[in-house]
Protein backbone atom coordinates (compact mmCIF):
# COMPACT_ATOMS: atom_id res chain seq x y z
CA UNK A 1 0.00 0.00 0.00
CA UNK A 2 1.10 3.39 -0.60
CA UNK A 3 2.25 5.32 2.69
CA UNK A 4 0.90 9.37 2.96
CA UNK A 5 3.25 11.76 2.65
CA UNK A 6 2.02 15.16 4.37
CA UNK A 7 3.55 17.88 3.22
CA UNK A 8 3.79 21.65 4.64
CA UNK A 9 4.24 24.31 1.92
CA UNK A 10 5.32 27.15 3.93
CA UNK A 11 5.48 29.57 0.74
CA UNK A 12 7.30 33.41 1.08
CA UNK A 13 6.22 32.73 5.93
CA UNK A 14 8.70 32.66 8.28
CA UNK A 15 12.35 33.49 9.19
CA UNK A 16 15.41 31.35 10.73
CA UNK A 17 14.26 32.20 14.12
CA UNK A 18 10.36 31.47 13.47
CA UNK A 19 11.92 28.26 11.81
CA UNK A 20 13.46 27.01 14.94
CA UNK A 21 10.17 27.72 17.28
CA UNK A 22 7.83 26.03 14.92
CA UNK A 23 9.66 22.48 14.99
CA UNK A 24 10.66 22.92 18.94
CA UNK A 25 6.29 22.68 19.39
CA UNK A 26 5.78 20.52 15.81
CA UNK A 27 8.07 17.55 16.45
CA UNK A 28 6.67 16.49 19.75
CA UNK A 29 2.82 16.63 18.65
CA UNK A 30 4.17 14.23 15.41
CA UNK A 31 6.49 12.14 16.46
CA UNK A 32 3.91 9.37 16.78
CA UNK A 33 3.37 9.61 13.31
CA UNK A 34 4.27 6.20 11.74
CA UNK A 35 1.33 5.92 9.53
CA UNK A 36 2.56 8.79 7.47
CA UNK A 37 5.40 10.51 5.85
CA UNK A 38 5.87 14.25 7.21
CA UNK A 39 7.97 17.08 4.99
CA UNK A 40 8.25 20.51 5.70
CA UNK A 41 9.54 23.11 2.22
CA UNK A 42 10.47 25.95 4.06
CA UNK A 43 12.19 29.21 2.12
CA UNK A 44 15.07 28.45 0.83
CA UNK A 45 16.77 30.41 3.28
CA UNK A 46 15.18 28.61 6.00
CA UNK A 47 16.47 25.28 5.10
CA UNK A 48 19.64 24.94 6.93
CA UNK A 49 18.01 25.91 10.44
CA UNK A 50 14.93 23.42 9.39
CA UNK A 51 17.40 20.57 8.89
CA UNK A 52 19.39 20.92 11.76
CA UNK A 53 15.72 21.47 13.82
CA UNK A 54 14.70 17.90 12.25
CA UNK A 55 17.89 16.23 12.11
CA UNK A 56 17.34 12.43 13.83
CA UNK A 57 13.42 12.85 13.56
CA UNK A 58 10.64 11.63 11.27
CA UNK A 59 10.29 14.70 9.74
CA UNK A 60 11.81 15.33 6.25
CA UNK A 61 12.56 18.91 4.70
CA UNK A 62 11.85 19.85 1.22
CA UNK A 63 12.49 22.95 -0.81
CA UNK A 64 9.91 24.58 -2.84
CA UNK A 65 11.65 25.00 -6.37
CA UNK A 66 14.72 24.51 -7.83
CA UNK A 67 17.17 25.85 -10.83
CA UNK A 68 16.40 24.04 -14.32
CA UNK A 69 19.83 22.67 -15.05
CA UNK A 70 22.53 21.37 -13.26
CA UNK A 71 25.08 23.26 -12.71
CA UNK A 72 26.60 26.52 -11.49
CA UNK A 73 26.89 29.28 -13.20
CA UNK A 74 25.66 33.13 -13.90
CA UNK A 75 21.87 32.98 -12.78
CA UNK A 76 21.53 35.77 -9.97
CA UNK A 77 18.59 34.70 -7.38
CA UNK A 78 18.65 30.70 -8.78
CA UNK A 79 19.09 28.00 -6.53
CA UNK A 80 20.20 24.25 -8.21
CA UNK A 81 19.05 21.18 -7.13
CA UNK A 82 22.47 19.48 -6.24
CA UNK A 83 22.46 22.86 -3.44
CA UNK A 84 19.76 21.46 -2.16
CA UNK A 85 20.66 17.89 -1.91
CA UNK A 86 24.07 19.02 0.30
CA UNK A 87 22.05 21.49 1.84
CA UNK A 88 20.20 18.33 3.46
CA UNK A 89 16.75 18.61 1.67
CA UNK A 90 15.00 15.52 0.51
CA UNK A 91 11.95 16.82 -1.75
CA UNK A 92 11.37 19.97 -3.92
CA UNK A 93 7.89 21.34 -4.98
CA UNK A 94 7.60 21.67 -8.78
CA UNK A 95 5.38 23.65 -10.64
CA UNK A 96 3.46 25.08 -8.23
CA UNK A 97 0.38 27.47 -9.40
CA UNK A 98 2.34 30.13 -7.72
CA UNK A 99 4.77 29.87 -9.93
CA UNK A 100 2.98 28.86 -13.15
CA UNK A 101 1.00 31.86 -11.97
CA UNK A 102 3.68 34.43 -11.17
CA UNK A 103 6.83 33.79 -12.20
CA UNK A 104 6.67 31.98 -15.85
CA UNK A 105 6.76 28.48 -15.45
CA UNK A 106 5.48 25.96 -17.80
CA UNK A 107 4.87 22.28 -18.10
CA UNK A 108 8.49 22.20 -20.45
CA UNK A 109 10.33 24.20 -17.10
CA UNK A 110 8.32 21.64 -14.98
CA UNK A 111 9.90 19.09 -16.90
CA UNK A 112 13.37 20.39 -17.00
CA UNK A 113 13.14 20.99 -13.33
CA UNK A 114 11.90 17.74 -12.05
CA UNK A 115 14.47 15.90 -14.30
CA UNK A 116 17.57 18.41 -12.85
CA UNK A 117 15.77 17.70 -9.18
CA UNK A 118 15.76 13.36 -9.81
CA UNK A 119 19.54 14.09 -11.30
CA UNK A 120 20.83 15.59 -8.04
CA UNK A 121 18.81 12.85 -6.24
CA UNK A 122 15.53 15.11 -4.87
CA UNK A 123 12.38 13.38 -4.67
CA UNK A 124 10.35 16.17 -7.04
CA UNK A 125 6.70 16.95 -5.71
CA UNK A 126 5.25 17.98 -9.28
CA UNK A 127 2.00 19.69 -8.88
CA UNK A 128 -1.13 20.15 -11.60
CA UNK A 129 -4.33 21.69 -11.27
CA UNK A 130 -6.80 23.61 -12.72
CA UNK A 131 -8.38 27.12 -12.82
CA UNK A 132 -11.66 27.89 -11.71
CA UNK A 133 -12.98 28.66 -15.34
CA UNK A 134 -11.31 25.59 -16.98
CA UNK A 135 -13.44 23.64 -13.73
CA UNK A 136 -16.76 25.33 -14.68
CA UNK A 137 -16.11 24.77 -17.80
CA UNK A 138 -15.81 21.41 -18.28
CA UNK A 139 -11.97 21.83 -19.22
CA UNK A 140 -10.68 19.63 -16.15
CA UNK A 141 -9.55 16.51 -17.52
CA UNK A 142 -7.96 17.95 -20.59
CA UNK A 143 -6.31 20.67 -18.74
CA UNK A 144 -4.88 18.06 -16.45
CA UNK A 145 -3.80 15.76 -19.33
CA UNK A 146 -1.58 18.57 -20.83
CA UNK A 147 0.25 19.27 -18.13
CA UNK A 148 0.65 15.92 -17.47
CA UNK A 149 2.11 15.20 -21.14
CA UNK A 150 3.99 18.42 -20.61
CA UNK A 151 5.20 17.94 -17.62
CA UNK A 152 5.67 14.09 -16.44
CA UNK A 153 4.81 12.02 -19.42
CA UNK A 154 8.52 12.14 -21.02
CA UNK A 155 9.87 11.04 -17.75
CA UNK A 156 11.53 7.47 -17.75
CA UNK A 157 9.98 4.97 -16.33
CA UNK A 158 12.81 5.06 -13.88
CA UNK A 159 12.36 9.01 -13.26
CA UNK A 160 8.91 8.43 -12.83
CA UNK A 161 8.98 6.06 -10.00
CA UNK A 162 10.62 8.47 -7.69
CA UNK A 163 8.13 11.16 -8.19
CA UNK A 164 4.70 12.27 -6.30
CA UNK A 165 2.05 14.03 -7.92
CA UNK A 166 0.27 16.75 -6.17
CA UNK A 167 -3.22 17.79 -7.61
CA UNK A 168 -3.73 21.19 -6.49
CA UNK A 169 -6.98 23.17 -8.01
CA UNK A 170 -6.02 26.41 -8.38
CA UNK A 171 -9.92 27.44 -6.90
CA UNK A 172 -9.04 25.98 -3.73
CA UNK A 173 -5.63 27.26 -3.44
CA UNK A 174 -5.20 29.60 0.02
CA UNK A 175 -9.27 30.31 -0.71
CA UNK A 176 -10.67 28.32 1.91
CA UNK A 177 -12.94 26.21 -0.55
CA UNK A 178 -11.54 22.92 -0.31
CA UNK A 179 -12.58 20.05 -3.20
CA UNK A 180 -15.19 17.79 -1.96
CA UNK A 181 -13.81 14.12 -1.24
CA UNK A 182 -15.89 13.10 -3.98
CA UNK A 183 -14.21 15.57 -6.84
CA UNK A 184 -11.14 14.99 -5.33
CA UNK A 185 -11.17 11.62 -5.88
CA UNK A 186 -12.87 11.60 -9.53
CA UNK A 187 -10.00 14.21 -10.76
CA UNK A 188 -7.24 11.81 -8.70
CA UNK A 189 -8.68 8.87 -10.11
CA UNK A 190 -8.54 10.55 -13.49
CA UNK A 191 -4.89 11.59 -12.87
CA UNK A 192 -3.89 7.58 -12.17
CA UNK A 193 -5.57 6.61 -15.18
CA UNK A 194 -3.54 9.46 -17.25
CA UNK A 195 -0.37 7.39 -15.49
CA UNK A 196 -1.37 4.05 -16.13
CA UNK A 197 -1.88 4.15 -20.08
CA UNK A 198 1.50 6.01 -20.20
CA UNK A 199 3.74 3.98 -17.40
CA UNK A 200 1.56 0.97 -16.96
CA UNK A 201 -0.56 -0.58 -14.38
CA UNK A 202 2.35 -0.99 -11.75
CA UNK A 203 3.05 2.26 -11.86
CA UNK A 204 -0.58 3.84 -11.82
CA UNK A 205 -1.15 1.39 -8.06
CA UNK A 206 2.62 2.57 -6.48
CA UNK A 207 2.47 6.68 -7.63
CA UNK A 208 1.38 8.88 -4.45
CA UNK A 209 -1.04 11.58 -5.62
CA UNK A 210 -1.79 13.93 -3.08
CA UNK A 211 -4.40 16.44 -2.29
CA UNK A 212 -3.81 20.16 -2.32
CA UNK A 213 -6.07 23.32 -1.83
CA UNK A 214 -7.49 24.69 1.60
CA UNK A 215 -6.62 21.28 3.73
CA UNK A 216 -7.32 21.88 7.43
CA UNK A 217 -7.42 19.46 10.68
CA UNK A 218 -11.55 19.47 10.28
CA UNK A 219 -11.69 18.63 6.49
CA UNK A 220 -8.25 16.19 6.51
CA UNK A 221 -10.12 12.66 7.34
CA UNK A 222 -12.75 13.10 4.47
CA UNK A 223 -9.97 13.63 1.89
CA UNK A 224 -7.71 10.69 3.34
CA UNK A 225 -10.74 8.26 3.38
CA UNK A 226 -10.58 8.50 -0.66
CA UNK A 227 -8.59 5.79 -1.91
CA UNK A 228 -6.88 7.67 -4.66
CA UNK A 229 -5.73 10.27 -2.02
CA UNK A 230 -2.57 9.55 -0.76
CA UNK A 231 -1.72 12.87 1.22
CA UNK A 232 -1.72 16.47 1.24
CA UNK A 233 -0.05 19.29 0.35
CA UNK A 234 -0.89 22.11 2.95
CA UNK A 235 -0.27 25.55 2.59
CA UNK A 236 -1.64 28.03 5.15
CA UNK A 237 -2.10 25.46 7.71
CA UNK A 238 1.17 24.45 7.84
CA UNK A 239 2.32 27.38 9.32
CA UNK A 240 1.06 26.84 12.95
CA UNK A 241 2.51 23.36 14.64
CA UNK A 242 -0.75 22.68 16.16
CA UNK A 243 -2.76 23.09 12.93
CA UNK A 244 0.03 20.98 10.99
CA UNK A 245 0.02 18.25 13.71
CA UNK A 246 -3.82 18.16 13.48
CA UNK A 247 -3.83 17.03 9.34
CA UNK A 248 -0.82 14.72 10.17
CA UNK A 249 -2.32 12.70 12.73
CA UNK A 250 -5.40 12.56 10.21
CA UNK A 251 -6.11 8.97 11.97
C1 LIG B 1 -0.44 25.15 -1.34
O1 LIG B 1 0.21 26.15 -1.17
O2 LIG B 1 0.06 24.24 -1.99
C2 LIG B 1 -1.77 25.06 -0.76
C3 LIG B 1 -2.49 24.01 -1.04
O3 LIG B 1 -2.20 26.12 0.04
P1 LIG B 1 -3.46 26.13 1.03
O4 LIG B 1 -3.39 24.86 1.84
O5 LIG B 1 -3.26 27.35 1.88
O6 LIG B 1 -4.68 26.19 0.20
Redesign the pocket.
Known amino acids: MRTPLMAG?W?MFKTPADTTAFFDKFLPLVAGAAHADVAICPPFINIPAAVAATSGSNVTIGAQNCYWVNKEGAFTGEVNAPMLKAAGCTWVIIG?SERRQFFGETDATVLQRTVAALEAGLKPIVCLGELLAERESGQTNEVLKTQFLGGIAPLTPEQFAQIVIAY?PVW???TGKVATPEIAEDTHRAIRALVEEKFGADAAAAVRILY????KPDNVAGLMAQPNIDGA?????ALKPEDFAGVVNFK
Open positions: NKHEAIGGGSVLVGGA
